[in-house]
C-alpha cells in the first residue's frame, strides 16, 4: 500500500514509532533523527598512486572538523554546538530544528601510512582527504620445522 509522504518522509512515521521498535531495532540517533545515514556521506576513489577521500559535512566550519590517525585508523570527526538561550535584538528563538552535537567515521587505512603523508582540505561543506597507497610489507611466510620421532 502506498503511503503519503512529503519530501521522502512518510506522514505517518511519528504515528508508527511504537516502543517496542526502539527497544528491538536500537534507539535513533536524538541528534541527526531518522535520517542519521546520511550524515557524513563518504565517496572513495582509487587513483594510481592515493586514494581520495570526499565526506560531506554540510553545516560545518573548517575549525568544527578534526582527523586523527591511530593504530592505521583514520578517524574523521565534527561537532557543532548551539547555544540554546541565545539571544539578540531580533528577538528570541522558539523553534530550532539545525542540530548541535558531533558524528564521527573511521576508516582503516593500514598501520604503513604515516600522519604526514595524509592530506586534507575543507571547502563548501566538504572535506577531501588524500591518502597515499603505500607498500605493505610482506609477511614472512610461517616456516615449519621438521619434527623427527
Known amino acids: 500500500m502506498m503511503m503519503p509522504s512529503v519530501f521522502g518522509e512518510s506522514l505517518f512515521d511519528d504515528l ?3 516502543p517496542f521498535e ?9 541528534l541527526y533523527g531518522k535520517h542519521a545515514e546520511h550524515i557524513m556521506k ?5 587513483m594510481d598512486n592515493a586514494f581520495e577521500m570526499d565526506i560531506d559535512l554540510p553545516g560545518f566550519k573548517k ?8 593504530n592505521g ?6 561537532a557543532k554546538g548551539v547555544d540554546k538561550d541565545e539571544k539578540n535584538d531580533k528577538g528570541v528563538y522558539i ?7 558531533q558524528c564521527a567515521r573511521t576508516f582503516y587505512v593500514g598501520e604503513d601510512v604515516k600522519q604526514e603523508d595524509i592530506k586534507a582540505k575543507f571547502e ?16 614472512e611466510a610461517k616456516k615449519y620445522i621438521a619434527i623427527e620421532g
Open 16 to 18: 508508527m514509532d511504537f
Open 22 to 30: 526502539k527497544e528491538f531495532f536500537g534507539r535513533r540517533n536524538p
Open 42 to 46: 563518504t565517496d572513495i576513489k582509487e
Open 63 to 70: 575549525e568544527d572538523v578534526s582527523a586523527k590517525l591511530e
Open 73 to 78: 585508523y583514520l578517524t574523521i570527526s565534527a
Open 95 to 101: 523553534r530550532r530544528e539545525r542540530y548541535a552535537g
Open 124 to 139: 563548501d561543506g566538504i572535506l577531501k582527504v588524500t591518502i597515499p597507497k603505500v607498500e605493505h610489507k610482506a609477511v
